[in-house]
């Protein structure tokens, strides 16, 4: 029979009750996780499950929102935060953000309505990298009152189209980039100035930048689009913010076709035989 929950703290925001819990850790070598529980009158309740929690934002007026931003920490390290948007009107209701390993979250009021998010996004941690050299792309996202939700701040993020100096002054020292011969793949300093290109609304430079600047001990051109363009469509943010359509990526960046497992492992054997 499992413990019950430790209450380790009751507070109030406004006229939503917010109580802490505690579950005693399975072993000694788990963490304690935590649980958060939002009720208010008339509501279902809100629970928060995680290891750590902070809250980054509140106003208690509850014809505003949102009324909080809580973000819940995982275990282990490099890994992982997610954003819970509670509103209080006309019922508790929640958004949840995956914000990976994204620390700080910069947080800006604006003249009305909820304040603005940005953070990075690390899609691309440990993509051909170790974390460290990770490229993470800046993302900005804002409160829209019709949905009641954050979405893609598009006009935050957008940027001039770049000039082909400054495309010539990215390609010149990616073009001088030491490589090991022995694993064909370009420098991490690609893709970080590629997806620093589409984030920022001109996905077309990102492919220019790549033809201009590939060198031919990076291997398959074309397989390392393929590669990178399946990996930024796998983005939870990527999907859920609907990044390709609104930054106007998806013609230089299509999503993948997916082909079902059962279809995939057909083909291969079809192709398999082939060459017997």
Not at 238 to 262: K, T
Request: proline residues 8%.
């Amino acid at each position: 029979m499992e413990a019950e929950p430790k209450k380790l703290i009751t507070s109030t925001v406004g006229d939503t009750s917010i109580q802490v819990s505690e579950l005693e850790p399975k072993s000694k070598s788990d963490d304690d996780e935590k649980i958060v529980t939002l009720t208010r009158e008339g509501s279902q309740p809100i629970t928060l499950t995680n290891f750590e929690f902070d809250v980054l934002y509140t106003d208690p007026d509850p014809t505003h929102a949102p009324n909080m931003i809580v973000r819940g920490r995982s275990d282990g390290a490099n890994c992982c935060s997610t954003l819970h948007i509670i509103s209080f009107s006309p019922s508790l209701h929640k958004q949840d953000i995956e914000a990976l390993n994204a620390d700080p979250i910069n947080i800006q009021a604006v003249a009305s309505g909820g304040p603005t998010l940005a953070f990075l996004d690390y899609s691309f941690a440990f993509w051909h990298s170790s974390f460290v050299y990770s490229p993470a792309p800046p993302i900005s996202l804002s409160w829209n009152v019709i949905q009641g939700r954050y979405v893609l701040n598009v006009d935050g993020m957008r940027k001039p189209a770049l000039s082909n100096a400054e495309l010539e002054e990215d390609a010149n020292p990616l073009m001088k980039e030491e490589v090991d011969t022995t694993y064909p793949w370009p420098p991490t300093q690609l893709w970080a100035d590629m997806l620093k290109y589409i984030y920022s609304g001109n996905s077309a430079s990102a492919r220019t930048l790549t033809n201009t600047a590939w060198q031919p001990k990076w291997g398959d051109k074309e397989l390392f689009f393929t590669c990178f363009n399946q990996e930024l469509h796998t983005d939870w943010l990527w999907g859920r913010m609907d990044i390709g359509n609104l930054m106007e990526v998806d013609d230089d960046f299509p999503e993948p076709i997916r082909v079902p497992a059962a279809r995939g492992r057909l083909a291969m054997g079809r192709n398999s035989m082939s060459h017997i």
